[in-house]
């Protein structure tokens, strides 16, 4: 049991690197709003038309008309942001990055208004109308890192590395059991060469 020293330390490492990453790794956070599609019944499937209107959010059209109330230049907000379709749903999610919270909700609120006015733009021909179901709120802590994350990954990776290193230990040759310890090698005879002394 003594040698168990050395994953029990392995581990206490990787908690104490688990902990450093969880405080000084750049924090990001995410904040979502969601885009309901209405359609008049018999005019297609509002789901699949949510589908397509999905795609549509991220086009150069809809960031070039977000980035003025977004604060933030089309290609920026084009790895800021991504949308997300419901299987069951006419919901479109979108959903902002960014290093502080205020510009992640500034970020999928401008998408989500630039997305409803273009695909309102084409209403009179397609019947579909695009409505703000729910605003992206500003999110009160990071998506990442998240620290119960970042210790069980640290915990982990040191137990790995740890039992690694001791069975290591015990196949090596260069780290032979101790006497009394158990599992340890007997005590061998010490051989002498030359005539036995004389017996009187």
Same mark, same amino acid.
Request: net charge neutral.
């Given at each position: 049991?003594?040698?168990?020293?050395?994953?029990?330390?392995?581990?206490?490492?990787?908690?104490?690197?688990?902990?450093?990453?969880?405080?000084?790794?750049?924090?990001?956070?995410?904040?979502?709003g969601q885009v309901a599609v209405a359609a008049p019944e018999g005019e297609g499937d509002p789901?699949?038309?949510a589908q397509a209107f999905v795609r549509m959010a991220t086009d150069d059209a809809v960031l070039r008309t977000a980035q003025t109330d977004a604060g933030v230049p089309a290609e920026d907000l084009r790895r800021r942001v991504r949308a997300a379709g419901s299987p069951d749903a006419p919901v479109i999610e979108i959903t902002g990055t960014a290093p502080g919270p205020e510009e992640a909700a500034r970020a999928?609120? !401008?998408?989500?208004?630039?997305?409803? +006015?273009?695909a309102n733009?084409?209403?009179?021909? =397609? %019947?579909?109308?695009?409505?703000?179901?729910?605003?992206?709120?500003?999110?009160?802590?990071?998506?990442?890192?998240?620290?119960?994350?970042?210790?069980?990954?640290?915990?982990?990776a040191g137990a790995v590395a740890g039992c690694a290193a001791h069975l290591a230990r015990r196949a090596s040759p260069l780290?032979? !059991?101790?006497p009394g310890v158990?599992? +340890?090698?007997?005590?061998?005879?010490?051989?002498? =060469? %030359?005539p036995a002394p004389f017996a009187g």
């Open positions: 049991m003594r040698a168990w020293w050395i994953p029990a330390v392995c581990v206490l490492v990787g908690l104490l690197c688990g902990a450093g990453h969880a405080l000084l790794a750049d924090r990001e956070y995410a904040a979502r789901v699949a038309f999928a609120n !401008a998408v989500a208004r630039a997305l409803i +006015s273009r733009e084409a209403r009179d021909g =397609t %019947g579909v109308e695009l409505i703000e179901l729910a605003a992206a709120a500003v999110p009160t802590g990071p998506a990442t890192p998240v620290p119960g994350l970042s210790l069980a990954l640290g915990a982990c780290f032979p !059991a101790l158990p599992g +340890s090698l007997p005590p061998q005879p010490l051989h002498t =060469t %030359g």
